[in-house]
């Protein structure tokens, strides 16, 4: 590798430096529906955790058991009289003081199910997220309706996201090269590897519908014509559970897909999802390999 | 910048930003114009709601095994209030159930004639607006004919139930109210038994409304007259209900 800090070499000048080409990777609209499903994606995680903060548990089946949750945040006081927040994970406890259950609010610690870093609006009011929360689902749904129209009446989703014959035979070295954090280079790097078109495939087309579904089965007057969602998944409090989850994906889903965009070059990939413009590196061996 | 420097700087970056956009939301919440923006989604989900539910589907009803052990009570569980104590007291002996307001023929029933009068029992979900889930058997008088037998003028549009309970001892009594359609739905009931039995005071003794398509807090308990009116606006805080007077949707259908 070529110092980059050093001045033109001899050897720079002879095998020529790294040649890199700009392509046009995102157009306008995907761009635009990105960055507003960043934003209603934010309110609408942050907004739930604070409803989830009215009740902080989690049920299976119809109706709310409460000896009986799948998950609970909660606070006890300890015989000297210290408040410390408990996480109960079907039966299991965890001290989680600091964080979940218990949690400071102006310095002073209280009982609470997330921490108000991680709530909209960030002191307990469940009728001002709940405003939050309906805003933004109607943002995140007509944006994932608008993103779902442009990809399968544009060539988006046939040309990007369905994976090819031979994305399907490389999916094994796909999962080797992204655990070894190695990354597409060169004309490669131009389109999404076989892993990124399934995460995005799963997110876009089958958890998004999945948790406004869920959120939809949730509400009483939908239930009259969505008796059979509630039925599959076991009823309203399983549909609240399911709802939980998937939004616990999602926070996954973003935490893999900003590691990526770090590891494979934030700037060029930032770039691109702002300005379109993606840089593609051609090596000098990929050149010299290619002819 | 060494790397470290960067990888810190990014991330105190990402924090600050973080920090930034919540202090925003939180900004945006205080302020009534934001407030306004937001609301608009209330109108919208109940327009789409209405859309895609016919007009007098039923909520899902459930089976004698399905009920959940002890209905769990919420909001205001024991009344204090003066009149209501007497009620109490006298065991319901003397209590009245009102009609009132823009009908052409105000009644009222004791809680024995509203017994005597044709009744609906139904296996409902109560789902409270904080999350939980209760299953519930319900007996009780459907609204829409007790409505026609007062005669609803035709300016009417909301029915109100006007409470004997506060749920702030320094606030107004608790109220809510319902437009028409979900006044006449078949589910609509002014129930007095729950479970078999007559309804404990924690649940709304001795009248209290089940309206199966909307969250709990609209389910007015302790309730002592109906009025029917024109509009919400002169109403307390005019939003059509307490908890609607506290930022809640006066549309609880979500």
Known sequence: MPDPNSSDTLADVRFRPDQSRTIYRHTLPIRLMHWINVLAMFVLLLSGLQIFNAHPALYWGNTSDFDRPVLALGAFQTPDGELRGQTTIVGHAFDTTGVLGASKVNGELQSRGFPTWLTIPGSQWLAMARRWHFFFAWLFVLNGLAYVGYSLIGPHFRRDLKPTRTDWRGIGRSIIDHALLRHPKGEAAARYNVLQKLAYLIVAFVLGPLIVLMGLAMSPRMATVLGWVLDLVGGRQSARTIHFIIAAFFVAFLLVHLFEVLVSGAANEIRSIVTGRFRIKVAKGDTDESK | ?254
């Open chain 2, 1 to 254: 910048m060494s790397r470290n420097e960067r990888r810190r700087f990014m991330r105190q970056a990402a924090g600050a930003a973080g920090a930034l956009l919540l202090g925003g939301c939180d900004a945006l919440s205080r302020d009534p114009r934001a407030g306004k923006v937001l609301d608009s989604a209330e109108n919208l989900t109940r327009a789409a709601q209405h859309l895609l539910t016919p007009k007098m589907a039923l909520a899902p009803e459930y089976t004698e095994a399905d009920i959940s052990h002890g209905f769990k009570p919420n909001g205001s569980t024991d009344p204090q209030e003066a009149a209501y104590r007497a009620m109490v007291d006298t065991g319901f002996r003397d209590y009245r159930l009102a009609f009132g307001g823009l009908v052409a023929k105000p009644f009222s029933l004791s809680l024995d004639e509203l017994r005597a009068l044709p009744s609906r029992t139904q296996i409902t979900r109560h789902d409270c607006v904080e999350g939980w889930s209760a299953i519930g058997k319900w007996k009780g008088v459907p609204l829409g004919g007790l409505l026609d037998r007062a005669e609803v003028s035709a300016a009417a549009r909301y029915v109100v139930f006007r409470c004997a309970d506060k749920y702030d001892p320094d606030g107004p009594l608790y109220y809510e109210s319902i437009d028409l359609e979900d006044a006449h739905h078949p589910q609509t009931i002014l129930a007095y038994d729950l479970n078999d039995a007559p309804l404990p005071i924690s649940n709304g003794a001795p009248v209290r409304v089940r309206i199966e398509r909307q969250l709990g807090y609209k389910m007015a308990k302790y309730i002592m007259a109906i009025d029917l009116v024109e509009s919400l606006d002169t109403i307390e805080g005019g939003k059509g209900g307490y908890w609607e007077d506290q930022g809640y949707e006066w549309y609880a259908g979500i």
